[in-house]
């Protein structure tokens, strides 16, 4: 093993730890609550770099994906029962399936058509979630979730746990990803795909492996929320903020390597999460678009890249 | 006799909804059918635009006389839009999709707060005389609520597509995506060439606007639900296919209107992506574009 | 004046984040410190238009302070932005319980919002005061949540049964049911299509439309194919209008006697003048109408102050619909803590079950899951409106009320097409 696998295997393990221990050094739940969703951007954003940062294939379906993960679990749960880690699998096999067909449809033609079809993923999925009466409909679905286990001081602190191992299992994939041989194929998509598929990368099959990592990874996202807010209806569960912010916490991180989504996640999530209970008001979406606006305009490698510019000026 | 009677009716309505649907991607079937700049703000652009007839109306104006007003002020914001994306993105020699997405995503939230800034959450209406009532030709009841909006956009649909097809500076829009440097070799400068473009791209907006305010009452936000059936119909023509995006968007309403009519309503949202879908999957190039 | 609050709000929230245990720690000797009344409002997002209720709550606690507040200290309102999004209720109702230390809980506007934060008030055990949420409680049946809204007892089915009732004296037979694919329609549709089996009414077309539909041309010819003699119609804001306007574009059969029931919008200012005379005829559920039945001092002096506010802040100007209701709860909240002397959410709570309170919506008592005790959801109908003028719709006798009996001012007027040409 690398040195630079042996120290993130470190950094995994020190995070669990916190992760696991934390609930019960900091008592009060509301940044449990919090950390949730921060953590579960963190998953998100970074399953969707997976396809549209490593290969440059843009998502706007995140949500349709997140959306499907939700229903899936919430219904395997309440109709058979089945325990959480099953619930999440489920979800991420799912999310799989639906990002092959996707990829299949149409990742044959060029990347505007792909991003195209995914924003109609939301509205197909979104259109049949309201006519299943099995899923609530437009009503929703009360969902109570399992009892926390006893190394859980309680069910926000529990969730938060679960959505850490998730997040740390998507870095982690994320990260196999781009150091193992499909990241060479992707970044060489990426870079042309004319030349990737003429040097003989078979551009379609990497395309496609990365289309089932990304959804498998928006869909267990998705998978703990059910239990979150104890119930699903289809206007959050598909909502346009996780298809924007999908796209905005990498493009603001970095989307060249793993790290990037992380901290933009991080940033994104936690300056979303704290303007919810200070602002307070319209100016929260203004500064969103603002923020995106002037990433794009003075900083299009993301904070990563800022940083390791920076680094590199500082070296030489 | 009935039930030919409520399809007769229904493919009518769907004829005149998907000409609405038209003139909501007639803008982008510019910008991002000739232009390649996929502009997702477009439709919160027509919000704008229809936020200007309304405002318009007000002062007593009928809403096609404030559209007509609306071209001038919406064509320089169009050419102010494209100044800013090409400052943004000339240093670094060219955009990526990923980027111009975002900006324009950043670009569409900024604007849509804005409305809602100045002027509430409320849904907003005008009230027209000829709104409420219909047209009757036998068995067929045609409201001018649809009618009216529907006839405007083969006539701004015909006038864009006259103007670039027979003039000196329409084929030089449509020439710029393909063959920048040709262009600059006759003389001309393609960044102030794709600007134009912009701008008549953005004014289309404020007669799309008008149209959707006389269809029904609008809100800041009402840009969101258009977005994919728009970019369905642009993609599904043919980039850069303008006649071609009237006949996929009358097809898409007919659509629509049949599901509605026959099977259920709630399953209409679905109509014009499954649509896209196929039509991906079977014709990539798009129904009346060229084979790549 | 506004940046400087809503600086203040900044300071004293990052305060509050960073001192949290310590205000824990010392909610005991907090008896003059003020008493925090904590709620989510949908400021932004689709919901965004029952932001008026605020002033309901912000005239509550004005009015509170100015009397020198309760039990001696003052009322401070802590307020956050759902965004209408039931994905941010809960971590905001963490903040507002475990940093913000608030006494009292109101919930966020309607069920889908509200959803999220049952299960946490009922494993927590705290004292909530319920805004439009229909059948808000009826899964958790937490013994410490009480609805300000009109809805009463077995809401999810019943509150609409006013319309029902009304078609049964017409003698109705058959019934059509359409409504929107969200939330609140979609229950009404569901209850009304109940208490329309029960009342043996045949339902000759039910479906769903998707929000945002524009033509309902299609729609209306399906429906007058099916022959119905009554029309159930739960819809939003924008279809609303759309329903009402394809109706007088396709017309509809002389044989309805009685159209509308569960429509979101001709409640509102905005739509009440943007349709004017269109809306003849129609009957439709609504919580307060200017009618003498209705019509008390307290409620017009809320709504002589409530105006000049609206107005500022570009709301709707009537504010019938929601807006007192949330002056009701802040007169709820303030009834509990002043008949039970403490903040104590269980004291509280049996003092609203034990009494019914006086408020500016008349008396209310509850039953055991904090419902009205009696459905008081009016059916009104709208009559007599000419232009587009809105002042008109401040006086009696364009708004009709027809059910309940108890607080009727005229009878129905039908069928539809001849009360709609009137």
Not at chain 2, 75 to 93: D, H, I, N, P, Q
Not at chain 3, 65 to 89: F, I, W
Request: glycine fraction near 10%; hydrophobic fraction near 50%.
């Amino acid at each position: 093993m690398k040195k630079s696998s042996l120290l993130f295997l470190a950094g995994v393990i020190i995070v669990l730890a916190l992760g696991f221990l934390m609930p019960w050094l900091l008592r009060n739940p509301f940044y449990f609550f919090a950390g949730y969703v921060v953590l579960q951007y963190v998953t998100i954003a970074t399953g969707w770099n997976i396809l549209g940062g490593y290969a440059g294939y843009i998502n706007f379906g995140a949500a349709g994906f997140f959306g499907a993960g939700v229903y899936l679990s919430a219904f395997l749960f309440t109709t058979f029962g089945l325990p959480l880690p099953l619930c999440i699998l489920a979800s991420g096999v799912f999310g799989a399936i639906l990002g092959v067909l996707m990829g299949y449809l149409t990742l044959r033609i060029q990347g505007v058509y792909f991003a195209i079809a995914t924003l109609g993923l939301v509205v197909v999925l979104e259109t049949i979630v309201h006519n299943i009466s099995g899923l609530g409909g437009a009503s929703g679905m009360a969902v109570y979730g399992p009892r926390p286990p006893a190394w859980s001081p309680g069910p926000s602190q529990f969730n938060f746990t679960v959505m850490l191992v998730i997040a740390v299992a998507s870095v982690a994939l994320a990260r196999w990803v781009e150091i193992s041989w499909i990241g060479r194929g992707l970044r060489a998509v990426r870079a042309s795909e004319d030349a990737a598929e003429c040097s003989g990368v078979p551009t379609l099959r990497l395309k496609l492996v990365a289309c089932a990592l990304s959804g498998a990874v928006l869909a267990a996202a998705g998978a703990p929320y059910p239990f979150y807010t104890s119930f699903v209806e289809p206007v959050t569960a598909f909502s346009l903020v996780i298809g924007l912010n999908a796209i905005a916490m990498p493009l603001i991180g970095g989307t060249r390597t793993w790290v990037g989504p992380v901290i933009g996640a991080l940033l994104l999530a936690s300056v979303q999460q704290i303007a919810t209970v200070t602002i307070s008001s319209e100016l929260n979406i203004l500064f969103v678009g603002a923020v995106l606006i002037a990433f794009v305009a003075f900083a299009p490698g993301g904070i990563s890249d800022l940083f390791g510019r920076n680094k590199g000026r500082a070296r030489s | 006799m009935l039930s030919i009677d409520i399809l007769l009716n229904a493919i009518v309505t769907g004829i005149l909804l998907g000409s609405v649907y038209a003139s909501l991607a007639l803008g982008l079937g510019i910008t991002f059918g000739i232009l390649h700049i996929p502009n997702i703000a477009h439709p919160t652009l027509v919000v704008a635009g229809a936020f200007f007839v309304y405002t318009l109306a007000q002062w007593g104006f009928d809403p096609i006389i404030a559209a007509v007003i609306g071209l001038v002020p919406f064509y320089l914001l169009g050419v102010a839009l494209y100044a800013f994306y090409s400052t943004v993105f000339e240093r670094k020699g060219g955009a990526n999709v990923l980027q111009s997405l975002t900006l324009f995503f950043g670009l569409s939230l900024v604007i849509e707060i804005l409305l809602s800034l100045g002027f509430g959450s409320e849904l907003k209406s005008v009230s027209v005389s000829y709104i409420g009532s219909s047209l009757k030709l036998g068995v067929l009841t045609v409201p001018y609520r649809l009618l009216i909006p529907a006839l405007l956009a083969p006539v701004t649909i015909a006038a864009v597509w006259l103007y670039l097809s027979r003039t000196n500076s329409g084929t030089a829009i449509r020439a710029v995506a393909h063959e920048e440097r040709a262009l600059s070799i006759a003389g001309l400068n393609p960044a102030s060439v794709k600007r134009h473009a912009f701008g008549i791209a953005t004014a289309t907006a404020v007669i799309a606007g008008a149209a959707l305010i006389m269809v029904g009452p609008i809100e800041p936000f009402a840009g969101r639900y258009q977005i994919g059936r728009v970019f369905a119909i642009v993609v599904l023509a043919g980039m850069g296919s303008i006649p071609g995006s009237l006949v996929i968007a009358i097809i898409i309403g007919i659509a629509e209107a049949l599901v509605s009519s026959y099977l259920n309503p709630s399953w209409s949202p679905g109509v014009a992506f499954a649509i896209l879908l196929l039509g991906l999957a079977l014709r990539p190039q798009g129904l009346f574009g060229a084979a790549r | 004046m506004k940046t400087r609050r809503q600086f203040h709000k900044l300071v004293a929230a990052t305060a509050a984040g960073l001192a949290a245990p310590a205000i824990l720690g010392s909610k005991v000797f907090a008896q003059d410190k003020p008493i925090r009344v904590g709620a989510s409002v949908s400021l932004t997002g689709p919901l965004a238009s029952t932001k008026n209720g605020l002033i309901g709550y912000e005239l509550w606690r004005d009015d509170v302070n100015a009397a020198g507040g309760l039990l001696g200290r003052k009322v401070e309102l802590v307020m956050y932005d759902d965004q209408s999004s039931a994905a941010n209720v809960p971590a905001i109702y963490s903040k507002l319980v475990d940093v913000d230390a608030c006494d009292v809980l109101f919930s966020p506007y309607g069920a889908n919002l509200s959803a999220p934060v049952m299960p946490f008030i009922k494993q927590r055990d705290l004292f909530m005061i319920g805004m439009f949420g229909l059948a808000g409680n009826d899964v958790a049946k937490h013994d410490k949540f009480f609805h300000s809204g009109p809805w009463g007892p077995n809401s999810g089915r019943d509150w609409a049964r006013g319309f029902f009732d009304l078609a049964k004296a017409q003698g109705v037979k058959k019934i059509a049911i359409i409504n929107a694919d969200l939330e609140f329609s979609k229950n009404a549709a569901k209850g009304g299509a109940e208490v329309a089996k029960e009342y043996g009414m045949e339902i000759v077309f039910n479906q769903s439309y998707p929000p945002n539909t524009s033509d309902f041309s299609s729609m209306i010819r399906n429906i007058n194919a099916g022959d119905p003699e009554a029309i159930f119609i739960a819809s939003y804001p924008a279809d609303s209008t759309a329903i009402i306007r394809g109706v007088k574009e396709i017309g509809i059969s002389d044989k309805v006697k009685i159209f509308g029931g569960a429509m979101i919008g001709p409640q509102y200012g905005a739509l009440l003048s943007s349709l004017g005379p269109e809306l003849n005829g129609l009957v439709n559920s609504h919580t307060f109408v200017p009618e003498p039945s209705m019509q008390t001092p307290a409620i017009k002096g809320f709504f002589d102050r409530y105006t000049p506010i609206a107005v500022k802040q570009g709301v709707d100007p009537l504010g019938y619909y929601i807006p007192p209701f949330y002056y009701v709860a802040g007169q709820l909240a303030a009834a509990a803590i002043i008949g039970s002397k403490s903040v104590d959410p269980a004291k509280m709570a049996a003092f609203l079950h034990a009494n019914s309170v006086d408020t500016i919506a008349g008396k209310i008592a509850f039953n055991e899951i904090g419902d009205w005790k009696e459905r008081r959801v009016l059916m009104v109908q709208l009559r007599g409106i000419k232009g587009n003028d809105l002042e008109q719709f401040r006086n009696p006798g364009h708004q009709v009320i027809l059910d309940p009996p108890s607080l009727k001012t005229g009878d129905l007027a039908g069928p539809y097409n001849k009360a709609r040409a009137s």
